[in-house]
């Protein structure tokens, strides 16, 4: 249950720092949400694990709501750098930005504050890569979304089109992740406003290769790289594409999340794009689906390879998968139904084959099935992170 309404003061030149799950309402003075400035009744939503730094320049009293497990800090700084600034007030109307940094560096803070700093002169084009913390779509895709006006959070973008990729980090399988990406580079084409966010797997040669491909795919005018050390390989890869390289410092202030609370964040991100699903049975023969993982292998011999790695694991669940149907388990494999001329896909679960030939899957969507692309992450019906497939193909 949510505490009671608490005013609190917070002093010319401080910042508010809100920590989901909390809101809070402007009662008087003004506010600053990276670059985003709300009006006096407008509510204002950390989620879980999530926070928003809430700064007035002469000074602010605020009304703030706590969850449970939230909480409020305010901090006697502005706690966006002046790098930050610097760096909005070099661009001009016409530039391609990617960011690139490690978990928890600031990463989606920056592009939101790009955003606001520039959607004002014009529509602005946001690349939701990080597939694993998206804040535009759901866990295990990447997105395209449009934006024409101020928002404290990205999240308040619809998704102009989604992306599967099936697994929640590129460090499954990179040529999956970065077939996905070549795709929506693609469809972005010459757009000049827009703003590229990236997961937070840097460290390693695998994880700059990828990064360094990235850039060379999506060809960026910016690099921005954030809270990061030596990383050559980024530098050559930016050359190559002519892009001009930015290092910028850490907000002052990041709620760390540790890998149980970025999993809890995803399940919750499940649980909202599964809203009101329900199990559905139609003919296998029906059915036209795909792996994304194995193209090309019969959906029958992919069930078998999902089921049986589980069984390898000895996967106590395992025990209540009948044949090809993982129904009576409670569990499926995370997949996206397609449909018209639709740019996003349904989530479902896809639950197996039963014995009478039917393919059982658990989700929102009513109506007519054009394809199904199935994952490689495994849920439960309450939306909890069973297993991963791990891939048996080079990378």
Same mark, same amino acid.
């Given at each position: 249950m949510p505490s009671e309404a608490k005013r609190l003061p917070v002093g010319p030149n401080s910042t508010l720092i809100l920590k989901g799950p909390a809101s809070a309402r402007l009662v008087e003075g003004s506010l600053e949400v990276l670059g985003y400035r709300p009006g006096s009744k407008e509510r204002l939503v950390a989620k879980p694990w999530r926070s928003l730094p809430l700064y007035s320049r002469e000074g602010a009293i605020v009304e703030v709501s706590l969850g449970e497990g939230g909480g409020a800090e305010i901090v006697g700084e502005d706690t966006i750098p002046d790098d930050w600034r610097e760096l909005s007030s070099s661009l001009g109307d016409s530039f391609r930005l990617m960011v690139i940094g490690m978990v928890d560096s600031g990463k989606t803070s920056l592009i939101t504050y790009l955003y606001n700093t520039h959607v004002p002169r014009g529509r602005m084009v946001v690349a939701d890569l990080d597939m694993g913390q998206s804040e535009i779509c759901p866990p295990t895709t990447i997105a395209l979304a449009i934006g024409g006006k101020p928002s404290p959070s990205l999240s308040a973008l619809e998704p102009n089109r989604v992306y599967p990729v099936g697994y929640t980090s590129p460090s499954y399988l990179t040529s999956r992740a970065l077939e996905s990406v070549a795709e929506l580079s693609?469809?972005?084409?010459?757009? !000049? !406003? +827009?703003? %590229?966010n990236t997961d937070g797997w840097v460290d390693g040669e695998a994880a700059r290769r990828h990064k360094s491909q990235l850039i060379r795919i999506l060809? $960026?005018?910016? %690099? %921005? =790289?954030i809270g990061m050390g030596e990383a050559d390989d980024l530098v050559e890869a930016s050359e190559e594409v002519g892009a001009e390289l930015t290092r910028v410092s850490a907000p002052k202030v990041v709620l760390k999340r540790d890998l149980s609370a970025r999993k809890a964040l995803r399940e919750l991100s499940y649980a909202r794009y599964l809203r009101g699903a329900r199990l559905r049975s139609i $003919?296998? !023969?029906? =059915? &036209? @689906? #795909? *792996?994304? +993982? +194995? @193209?090309? =292998?019969p959906l029958e011999d992919y069930l078998r390879e999902v089921i049986g790695e589980m069984e390898e694991s000895a996967h106590h669940l395992t025990m209540l998968v009948n044949g090809l149907e993982m129904t009576e388990a409670g569990i499926g494999i995370l997949s996206y139904i397609w449909a018209?001329? &639709?740019?996003? *896909?349904? =989530?479902a679960l896809f639950m197996g084959i039963?014995?009478?030939g039917f393919a059982r899957f658990y989700t929102p969507y009513e109506g007519t099935i054009e394809l199904m692309e199935v994952g490689a992450v495994i849920l439960s019906t309450d939306c &909890?992170? %069973?297993?991963?497939? #791990? $891939? #048996?193909?080079?990378v």
């Open positions: 693609s469809t972005i084409g010459s757009e !000049r !406003r +827009l703003l %590229v060809k $960026p005018s910016h %690099v %921005v =790289l $003919p296998r !023969r029906w =059915l &036209r @689906a #795909r *792996p994304l +993982l +194995l @193209a090309g =292998l018209g001329d &639709r740019h996003e *896909p349904s =989530l039963d014995d009478k &909890r992170e %069973v297993y991963v497939l #791990r $891939p #048996r193909i080079n």
